[in-house]
């Protein structure tokens, strides 16, 4: 997977890309990640992205030419971009099946915004999906941008060590995950479950069930409401 981001703050991914998962992700070239300063796109010599909304109002608005010819050409420098993403607060919120139906794409653009918004021809000419990561305000799409790469990225074939690990996770059934331990089996006298000790596989399955099940009917049950719908 190829996956391409538009940004004005390229520096704020290095950290991320840089660690971990995805580190390791990239080198063995399960995914290529390539950052794009939009404003290295800029028409004018002050190298401008935004300007004052029309009919007025607060704030700065990014101008459609640096993000229509940075979207072109970084296009034109691979295969078929599958989908071009916006990331913003009036997309549809991001989820472990939005996650899973990325990435299976071959390739990816996504398009971190800043200041008050995109001008609308962006979402309507350039973007083929908007995407929100939850329901508050941040400065600008480049922190949504990693969360969506992470969670795309640790889903890819090859990524994790186990890949049983991406579908016993929460959300990847419909439920929260079962609780999980590791040594000691004792620690301030609280005990591991003594079903977890007894070998017995079968039982340990229907065990992690009824505790995934208990503990989204807890806590999120509007997952199971969306399970029997």
């Not at 404003?39 to 004052?52: E, G, M, N, P, W």
């Not at 993000?67 to 913003?88: K, M, S």
């Not at 999906?129 to 889903?155: F, K, N, Q």
């Not at 609280?190 to 399955?205: K, M």
Request: net charge negative.
């Amino acid at each position: 997977m190829r996956i391409d981001v538009l940004t004005l703050f390229p520096s704020m991914f290095q950290p991320v890309l840089g660690e971990s998962i995805i580190r390791r992700a990239q080198e063995k070239q399960r995914v290529e990640i390539a950052l794009t300063d939009i404003r290295d796109y800029a028409q004018d010599k002050h190298r401008s992205v935004d300007d004052k909304p029309y009919g007025g109002g607060p704030g700065m608005v990014l101008m459609c030419p640096p993000v229509f010819a940075a979207a072109e050409d970084v296009a034109g420098q691979g295969g078929p971009v599958d989908d071009v993403v916006l990331l913003t607060p009036q997309g549809q919120q991001f989820d472990q099946a939005m996650a899973r139906d990325l990435a299976s794409k071959k390739r990816l653009m996504l398009i971190a915004g800043h200041y008050e918004g995109f001008d609308e021809r962006i979402r309507e000419h350039l973007a083929t999906r908007e995407i929100s990561v939850g329901d508050y305000v941040l400065s600008g799409g480049e922190l949504p941008a990693m969360v969506l790469i992470d969670a795309v990225v640790r889903l890819l074939p090859g990524v994790l060590g186990d890949e049983q690990s991406s579908v016993e996770e929460s959300f990847s059934g419909g439920s929260l995950e079962y609780p999980q331990y590791t040594r000691p089996a004792a620690f301030r006298g609280h005990q591991v479950p003594e079903i977890l000790l007894s070998g017995h596989h079968e039982a340990i399955r229907r065990w992690r069930d009824e505790q995934a099940t208990a503990r989204t009917q807890q806590r999120r049950p509007d997952l199971l409401n969306e399970t029997d719908t």
